[in-house]
Structure formats: C-alpha cells, structure tokens
C-alpha cells in the first residue's frame, strides 16, 4: 500500500476510534439526577424508585444511572415542572398537586374507584398509554410510570364519621379539589396542604381531622394523632402519581437503552407503585388495629353525598372534556373500569 494512503487510512481508523470511545464514555456515563420530597427511607423511595433505578442501570449495562439528590430541589407541587424544565432530571409527584393542568386525570380520583391499588395502578398506565399520552399537558417530560393509593380516606383524633353532623363544621386537610368538592358538600370546611405538612397542621389546631390513604397515616408518623379511621368502599377519593423524565434528556439516550429502559417501566413500574402501596396500606392497618385504632364505615347521609358527588362531576367532566383534551370522557372512563374490573379479578 502507498505509504500515504496508509497514513491517511491509519489516521481515519484512528479518528473513528476515538469518536467509538467518547461516544461509548458518553452513553456509559449517563448519569441522571432525581429529585424527591419524602425521605430516603420512605418507602416510596427505598422500595420502589431505587429499586427501580437499580433495574434501569442493569438493563442499559450500565450506561444509564439515576442518583437520587440528597434533598428535594423543590416543593412536592413543583416536581411534574422541575423535571419539565430540567431542574433534575427525573421526578415523581401528584398530580393533584397541580390539577387544572391535569384535569384529564381527575376521573381516576374520584370516589369509589378501587381498593385495590396494583389493579387501579396498572388500569391507569394503560389508560394512559392508550387516550392521554399525546395530550399537550405532558408535553416536555417522558412519562416512565404512573400510580394510585389505592383509596384515600377520614382519618380523625377522636371520632368516627359515621354522619354528616360528625362532619359539620370541621377542619379537614385535603389535597385537591375533588377532595374539597365532597368536603364542602358534606357540611365540612377544607383547609388544603400537603400530605407532609399534616402533623404540623394538627399540633398547630389549623386542622381537625385529615385526609389519607391509610398507608400515608403511619409513613407520615400520624398515627399517634390520628386513631379513627372511617373507611369508604373502595375509597372516599384517590390520588394519582407520576414519574417522569425531562424529554430533552430522554431524547439523547440511544434507541436501545430507551426500549431496555421501558421493559421495567410503564406497566411494569406502575404495577410495582401499586404492589408496593397495597402491601404498605395492609401493613398499616394491621398495625393500626393492633394498637387499639378504631375502624367503621360513613353512615348513610354521608354515601349519598358521596355518590352524588360522584356522579355530578362525572357528568361534568364528560361535558368539560374537550377543553382539557379528552374528546371522549366516558370512553376513558369506561376503558379504564373495565382493566381495573379485568385486573382486579
């Protein structure tokens, strides 16, 4: 060979070499960030989003790692944005913590949609995958997950709300405004924050009673305060979560790691909320019960309220549909009761 075609093919397989081995340094030093706003031992972290990452790492062989930052970069209402606009690069959140901007989610929180947290989860990822995902709300993130708790309910220091009189008058924290509609219907007065701001409430006399998910009354350390819990059937309301990546940083990770990433993502990390929130709801209630905690249904006045409410907002919801997006509201509605009734069996 010529001498200085050899140099010039030696240069190029050289070049080519060192674009392979920074390109390669690149993919394998893919390091992201997460925020989140419980602490590292909540099990919403240490038993769902770490194991989940440490899944993510293993599948792209490495080359994309999710860090938890040591505190959250924002408060819990700010993370579905913080992760829009790059704050971190991964997140989870509420949905209800900003629900005019994800109206299109409010029929997954209404009351009596399911007790069983992996089946309403799982429903709700593919319901999302199927009507809302092109939606112009999620524009900017990469949806990674979705979930529910599996029923939210009253929890209060010294009665059971077993009639709308037991309810009249007082302060109850809530986190949204479904919560605050059948709040309001019932004779109570809601007074909004956070799930995490509810003991202060409490010990501070703003609030009189609150709402949660039994799970959220003993990981958010209420249960010495709150120790009556009045069930609803299949939950007074819910609440719906996401996890989400900042789309800009979803876009440079290579097609492969993207579909690798995706196998323990989307239904499979949404049924891994659910399990997860199922198995810490039937802990918290045995611990509960064992402690002496009382338990009991709402009377009669307060499910027909209840209901009502219900069937109120649905109607509305239908009517309101197109200017959040959702053409069709009772074809999501329908779609999503029937996986949950399929995946609930």
């Keep these: ?10 240069a190029a397989t050289a070049a080519a070499a060192a674009l392979f081995a920074t390109t390669g340094t690149a993919q394998a030093n893919t390091a992201l960030t997460m925020s989140s706003w419980v602490p590292p031992a909540h099990y919403v972290v240490k038993d769902i989003l770490v194991p ?9 062989q490495g080359r994309v790692s999710i860090n938890l930052l040591p505190k959250a970069v924002g408060s819990p209402p700010q993370h579905f944005e913080l992760a829009r606009k790059g704050v971190a690069d991964v997140t989870w959140g509420n949905f209800t ?4 901007r994800f109206k299109m989610m409010w029929f997954a929180e209404l009351p009596m949609m399911g007790s069983n947290c992996e089946a309403t989860s799982v429903a709700l990822w593919r319901t999302y995958d199927k009507f809302l995902a092109s939606n112009d709300a ?14 939210g309910q009253f929890n209060h220091p010294s009665k059971l709300i077993d009639s709308l009189d037991a309810l009249k008058g007082q302060k109850v924290r809530m986190g949204g405004p479904i919560q605050k509609r059948l709040l309001e219907e019932m004779g109570a007065i809601p007074v909004a924050g956070p799930a995490t701001k509810a003991y202060e409430m409490l010990q501070g006399g703003q609030i009189d009673a609150s709402l949660h998910g039994l799970e959220s009354v003993v990981n958010f ?19 719906t979560f996401f996890i989400v990546m900042n789309e800009g940083k979803w876009s440079k990770i290579n097609k492969a790691d993207q579909a690798a990433i995706m196998k323990v993502s989307g239904e499979m990390l949404s049924r891994r909320w659910g399990q997860e929130f199922d198995k810490q709801t039937k802990s918290a209630e045995a611990k509960m019960r064992a402690d002496g905690h009382k338990f009991g249904e709402p ?3 307060v499910m027909n309220v209840i209901r009502k409410v219900r069937a109120d907002m649905l109607q509305e919801l239908n009517t309101e549909g197109p200017k959040f997006g959702v053409n069709n509201h009772n074809a999501v509605l329908d779609f999503y009761e029937q996986q949950y009734k399929l995946l609930s069996k």
């Design 52 to 60: 989940w990452t440490e899944e993510v790492k293993k599948v792209t």
């Design 97 to 100: 913590y900003e629900p005019e």
């Design 1 to 10: 060979m010529n001498p200085r075609i050899r140099v010039k093919a030696l």
């Design 221 to 239: 350390r209420l249960d010495g305060v709150l120790k009556n819990h009045t069930i609803v059937p299949n939950g007074l309301y819910d609440g």
């Design 299 to 301: 009377g009669k006045d």
């Design 138 to 151: 999620f524009k900017g993130v990469k949806m990674l997950g979705v979930g529910m708790l599996g029923g």
